[in-house]
């Protein structure tokens, strides 16, 4: 099976920081695959992995 999207919710919820930090280099190689689009409440790792990010919330400063 070879996905073009890979829909990751809260892949590292739970996890301490080095696990979280192997689970997300593992997502980063499957980049050259497919696309993924990874919800996530943690701003820090979104920012470090993603290249583009979507806010969603009520109340939102635009």
Not at 14 to 20: C, H, P, R, S, V
Not at 48 to 59: G, H, P, Q, T
Request: charged share 30%.
């Amino acid at each position: 099976m070879k996905p073009d999207l890979l829909l990751v919710d809260e892949p590292t919820s739970a996890l301490d920081n080095i696990i979280a930090y192997d689970v997300m280099k593992l997502l980063i190689k499957l980049l050259d695959k497919c696309a993924i689009l990874l919800i996530t409440h943690d701003l820090d790792m979104a920012s470090w992995c993603s290249d583009k990010i979507i806010r969603l919330e009520e109340n939102a400063k635009k």
